[in-house]
């Protein structure tokens, strides 16, 4: 049950993340600083820092990537927390974003009612904010935001625009953001610096590969990197963003299942403990099978396919049982769960699996029994 009810939640999930990369400019690539997938620990130190050997990415290396032929636009994105103010209302630890103008074709999504500021405004570092559905409701309560002035970390800034993303699986917990011009951002909202990400869209025509291999020469130009030398950024497509997701949701899963081997065990002890008692109450029968030429080999399989058995039978319970679970999570939640093929084939095998392991035990010692000690045996 644990398997199915695991597998059909995280393929549901995995598929939901797919079909929320598909929906935003799935051409458009990302430069990084630092990027490595899956799970990274860092205890400080310069070894297990590795970005630390990678300088920042800077406003002339956007301009410049910006001017390629084989590039439509470049956008920028840092990302800080602040308090957001209004009237009496003060919000601490809000997501702040400064981004370019073309951010909502980036992300995918829309800006209604209002608009979202323009690459004029952002050049002139202009006091606008675009903010998503969560902090308008947190903040203005129903009353109409656009043209209201809120403070961020204590600047004014006038609101243009309710940001709406796309829908995915995660709409439901998205929290309070405000989203300003990038100049802006750098001028007045306190933030780490360093990290700020570019997203690159290939021109129209132009093939993904052909753009990322131009961005690639130009950084490694403008950074002045020898031939032998690795890259001192990263370049991330949507499909490398995908592998690190389902690397961790994989992982997850992995957990679940060393977890619930616990309860295996316990079912393993109790199929011992069954197929003992079995074993003991059936010694005459033993004796005469082995006393009329049963061989060893046969009693054991007996045993062993009475406890696969047994497993199997309790398997395939559980299997419905976990589907029926996935079943209701998918009408009842907006998780789309779905049982994959592997999940049904993975549970009846961990099932008769278990049932073969321990019940090797007690199928052995059924074997061995000297058959005149057991037709002797009351």
């Given at each position: 049950?644990?398997?199915?009810?695991?597998?059909?939640?995280?393929?549901?999930?995995?598929?939901?993340?797919?079909?929320?990369?598909?929906?935003?400019?799935?051409?458009?690539?990302?430069?990084?600083?630092?990027?490595?997938?899956?799970?990274?620990?860092?205890d400080?130190?310069?070894?297990?820092?590795p970005?630390?050997?990678n300088?920042?990415?800077?406003?002339?290396?956007?301009?410049?990537l910006?001017?390629l032929?084989?590039?439509?636009?470049?956008?920028?994105?840092?990302?800080?927390?602040?308090?957001?103010?209004?009237?009496?209302?003060?919000?601490?630890?809000?997501?702040?974003?400064?981004?370019?103008?073309?951010?909502?074709?980036?992300?995918?999504?829309?800006?209604?009612?209002?608009?979202?500021?323009?690459?004029?405004?952002?050049?002139?570092?202009?006091?606008?904010?675009?903010?998503?559905?969560?902090?308008?409701?947190?903040?203005?309560?129903?009353?109409?935001?656009?043209?209201?002035t809120?403070?961020i970390?204590?600047?004014?800034?006038?609101?243009?625009?309710?940001?709406?993303?796309?829908?995915?699986?995660?709409?439901?917990?998205?929290?309070?953001?405000?989203?300003?011009?990038?100049?802006?951002?750098?001028?007045?909202?306190?933030?780490f610096?360093?990290?700020?990400?570019l997203?690159?869209?290939?021109?129209?025509?132009?093939?993904?590969?052909?753009?990322?291999?131009e961005?690639?020469?130009?950084?490694?130009?403008?950074?002045?990197?020898?031939?032998?030398?690795?890259?001192?950024?990263s370049?991330?497509?949507?499909?490398?963003?995908?592998?690190?997701?389902?690397?961790?949701?994989g992982?997850?899963?992995?957990?679940?299942?060393?977890?619930?081997?616990?309860?295996?065990?316990?079912?393993?002890?109790?199929?011992?403990?069954?197929?003992?008692?079995?074993?003991?109450?059936r010694?005459?029968?033993?004796?005469?099978?082995?006393?009329?030429?049963?061989?060893?080999?046969?009693?054991?399989?007996?045993?062993?396919?009475?406890?696969?058995t047994?497993?199997?039978?309790?398997?395939?319970?559980?299997m419905?049982?976990?589907?029926?679970?996935?079943?209701?999570?998918?009408?009842?939640?907006?998780?789309?769960?779905?049982?994959?093929?592997?999940?049904?084939?993975?549970?009846?095998?961990?099932?008769?699996?278990?049932?073969?392991?321990?019940?090797?035990?007690?199928?052995?010692?059924?074997?061995?029994?000297?058959?005149v000690?057991?037709?002797?045996?009351?």
């Amino acid at each position: 049950m644990v398997v199915m009810v695991m597998a059909s939640l995280i393929s549901g999930i995995n598929r939901s993340v797919s079909n929320t990369f598909e929906q935003i400019a799935p051409r458009t690539f990302l430069v990084w600083r630092y990027f490595r997938a899956g799970v990274n620990i860092s205890d400080g130190g310069d070894e297990t820092s590795p970005w630390r050997r990678n300088p920042p990415l800077t406003e002339a290396e956007a301009d410049r990537l910006g001017q390629l032929p084989s590039v439509r636009y470049v956008t920028r994105r840092e990302e800080s927390s602040a308090t957001v103010e209004f009237g009496d209302l003060r919000l601490e630890s809000v997501e702040i974003g400064g981004l370019s103008s073309q951010w909502v074709e980036v992300n995918g999504g829309d800006v209604y009612p209002g608009r979202t500021f323009t690459r004029m405004e952002d050049l002139a570092s202009s006091q606008v904010v675009v903010i998503n559905q969560k902090l308008d409701a947190q903040l203005f309560q129903g009353r109409d935001p656009i043209g209201q002035t809120i403070k961020i970390a204590g600047v004014p800034f006038q609101v243009i625009g309710v940001y709406t993303p796309p829908p995915n699986l995660f709409s439901g917990v998205t929290p309070p953001f405000a989203g300003v011009p990038h100049g802006a951002f750098v001028k007045y909202v306190p933030f780490f610096k360093g990290w700020m990400r570019l997203a690159v869209a290939p021109a129209p025509g132009v093939p993904q590969q052909t753009a990322m291999d131009e961005v690639v020469a130009t950084l490694r130009t403008m950074r002045e990197l020898k031939p032998w030398q690795e890259n001192t950024f990263s370049i991330v497509t949507q499909d490398k963003l995908l592998d690190t997701w389902n690397q961790v949701t994989g992982m997850v899963f992995l957990a679940m299942i060393v977890l619930s081997s616990i309860g295996l065990m316990v079912g393993g002890v109790g199929v011992v403990a069954i197929m003992m008692i079995s074993v003991t109450e059936r010694t005459r029968e033993i004796g005469v099978r082995k006393a009329l030429g049963a061989t060893r080999r046969e009693i054991l399989w007996q045993f062993l396919v009475e406890a696969a058995t047994l497993t199997l039978v309790g398997g395939v319970v559980g299997m419905v049982t976990g589907g029926v679970l996935a079943l209701g999570v998918s009408q009842l939640t907006p998780v789309p769960a779905n049982v994959p093929v592997w999940s049904v084939a993975a549970a009846l095998a961990a099932s008769a699996l278990t049932g073969i392991g321990f019940g090797l035990y007690p199928a052995v010692r059924a074997a061995r029994l000297d058959p005149v000690e057991a037709l002797r045996y009351e």
